[in-house]
Every structure is written in structure tokens, then in C-alpha cells.
């Protein structure tokens, strides 16, 4: 195998999951207001949020978590925050939740810290949470996350056709979930 000099291997990009932290506010509020971030993951139409409206959000989210959700910051090895991630719907009843994961920073793109930081989602939702189902979804265009998703094992459901209307046309919704025992067999989670 041929490794490229000052190019991390993509299987060892070591990530943590961290807890919000408040002095983090304004890299959090760069990525909210990113037109292209948001284009990516969000249902709703890009509009810049003020940096008052943005921090009492914030704040809701670190002192008042609601009871089935985890946000967390995504730390690379170099201690430098560089997304976020989250875990919704949390239903221990039924045992199944859904995920999401942004990288924020543009320097740690196509780097392997998407697949270290869904690793560690995916071990703290089955090992920790002890889920069964861990679903996820993805517009059609947003090609990264689906072969991120795909990578790690996740299975397509379906789709809600025409779900989002973006760039003057609609565009589908792809409905993804991957169960405990495809999790715990998958070898590309392994590592």
C-alpha cells in the first residue's frame, strides 16, 4: 500500500466527541451562518441568524439539553474543534435514535475525521445508549454524507420523494438506518 508523505491515513484520524463548550460560541456561529453547511443538512432555506439569537440558542443547548438529544463538538488530535454532531430522538423503549454529523472546518475535509467522528457515534449510541436501530438521512445531492453513511454500513430504507426544493427544482430525501448486529459485524467500525 502506497502512503502519500503529510497525508494522514484515513482509517487512524483519531477524533474526540466532546461535550459543548461555550467558548467554542463563534465557530459554532461561522458554521450555522455557512450558506454551503446549510445547503448540505438543513430543511430550511439559508438565513443568516445574528450572533444574539445565535448565543441564546447556544446557551439552551448546553445549560437546557432537551432529554433525547446529545450534541457534541468533534475534536481532532490536533485540539482543534472542527464540527459537530448529535444524537436525536432517543427512544430507549424502542431502542433506536438518529445521527448527524458536520465537519465545519474545511481544512479537515476528505481527511478520514467524517469517519473517525461516526465511529465514535455510532460506539457511543450502540455501546453506550445500547440502541438497536441508529438511523440517519441525507438530500439526494449531498453525495458525501451517503458515501460516508454507506461506508459505515448503513442500509438505504427509502425515500421521501421530492422532500426539499433547492436550486429551482425538488430534490429527494434518503432515508438510511443501520441495526446493532450489522453495526457489531461491520468491519470498516472495527478499526
Known amino acids: 500500500m502506497d502512503l502519500v508523505p503529510n497525508k494522514p ?12 463548550h461555550w467558548e467554542n460560541l463563534h465557530k459554532h456561529f461561522q458554521w450555522n451562518n455557512d450558506p454551503e453547511l446549510n445547503h448540505l443538512d438543513s430543511d430550511c432555506p439559508y438565513e443568516k441568524e445574528t450572533l444574539h439569537a ?10 437546557h439539553p432537551m432529554p433525547d438529544t446529545r450534541d457534541f ?6 485540539g482543534n ?6 444524537v436525536e430522538g432517543i427512544n430507549h423503549y424502542n431502542r433506536n435514535c438518529n445521527i ?5 472546518d474545511r481544512n479537515y475535509w476528505g481527511k478520514g475525521y467524517g469517519r473517525a467522528a461516526i465511529r465514535k457515534l455510532l460506539r457511543y449510541c450502540f455501546d453506550e445508549l445500547a440502541m438497536h436501530r ?3 438521512e441525507t438530500f439526494e445531492y449531498n453525495e458525501a454524507w451517503r458515501k460516508l453513511i454507506e461506508w459505515a454500513g448503513f442500509q438505504k430504507e427509502g425515500a ?14 434518503h432515508i438510511y438506518s443501520i ?4 453495526y457489531r459485524s461491520h468491519r470498516a467500525l472495527a478499526a
Open 73 to 78: 463538538e468533534i475534536c481532532a488530535e490536533d
Open 160 to 173: 421521501t420523494r421530492d422532500y426539499l426544493f433547492r436550486d429551482g427544482r425538488f430534490w429527494d430525501k
Open 9 to 20: 491515513n484515513l482509517d487512524n484520524a483519531r477524533v474526540e466527541l466532546t461535550t459543548l
Open 54 to 63: 445565535f448565543k441564546r440558542r447556544f446557551e439552551n443547548m448546553i445549560d
Open 100 to 104: 448527524g454529523i458536520t465537519i465545519g
Open 134 to 136: 441508529v438511523g440517519t
Open 179 to 182: 441495526l446493532e448486529g450489522e
Open 81 to 86: 474543534v472542527i464540527g459537530v454532531a448529535y
